[in-house]
């Protein structure tokens, strides 16, 4: 699109303050890439993957989460640092990165594309050659409604990486972990499509909403 008609219809649509937040926050993205000589942005359909799994219909494309909304919302959380850090459909990896540079305890990226898998871990690897991370970051290629959560992993990010079918059972994986090892969950959904859907598990008590440089997330926590 035009990015002189896109602005002309976010100014429409948004108001100014919210067009001139995103525009600041895609900027940000592009000096992201440059700073450290990553390749994370773009936008990939997800039919275009190079997957077997049987959910790939239920994908949704890749596309990079802002970073300096991301960052930010994690520093006004003040997530425990002892945490696991855990992103569906982590594609490319960028919030990966941005998670260890945050501090967990591990971070977990679960990606069924070998394509993007790659191209995560060389981002990690070009990342990191100049930027000490604060965390390790395990790729793990898998189809997400197959993927073991572990008794440990407590911190969840959803990027609307897949239709309701996958993450319905996404959320049962998650409901039968926390009843084999009980502890307090948090989930981090960037752009909410489905937040009823996840309101209506059960799993979480409480939901904040929260708008950063033109992003809206929501938290829950249980």
């Given at each position: 699109m035009?990015?002189?008609v896109w602005a002309r219809d976010s100014i429409r649509g948004r108001g100014l303050l919210r067009t001139?937040?995103?525009?600041?926050?895609?900027?940000a993205d592009l000096l992201f890439d440059l700073r450290y000589g990553t390749d994370t942005r773009g936008w990939v359909d997800a039919q275009e993957l190079d997957t077997d799994s049987e959910n790939k219909a239920h994908a949704v494309h890749y596309q990079a989460t802002?970073?300096?909304p991301f960052l930010k919302l994690l520093h006004s959380l003040g997530l425990p640092k002892d945490s696991v850090f855990v992103d569906f459909g982590s594609g490319k990896g960028r919030v990966l990165l941005l998670a260890a540079l945050y501090g967990f305890k591990r971070v977990?990226?679960?990606e069924f594309s070998p394509q993007l898998c790659e191209l995560a871990r060389r981002n990690i690897a070009t990342f990191s050659?100049?930027?000490?991370?604060?965390s390790p970051i395990e790729i793990?290629?898998?189809?997400?409604?197959r993927f073991e959560i572990g008794a440990d992993m407590n911190v969840f990010y959803f990027y609307n990486p897949f239709d309701p079918p996958v993450l319905s059972k996404v959320l049962d994986n998650v409901r039968r972990s926390?009843?084999?090892?009980?502890?307090k969950l948090w989930l981090i959904y960037n752009t909410p499509r489905h937040h009823e859907l996840i309101h209506q598990s059960g799993l979480f008590r409480d939901c904040s909403c929260h708008e950063i440089g033109g992003t809206e997330f929501r938290v829950y926590t249980g």
């Open positions: 035009n990015p002189f001139s937040q995103i525009v600041g926050s895609t900027v802002k970073a300096r977990v990226g679960v050659k100049g930027t000490p991370l604060r793990v290629e898998a189809d997400a409604t926390v009843e084999s090892a009980p502890r």
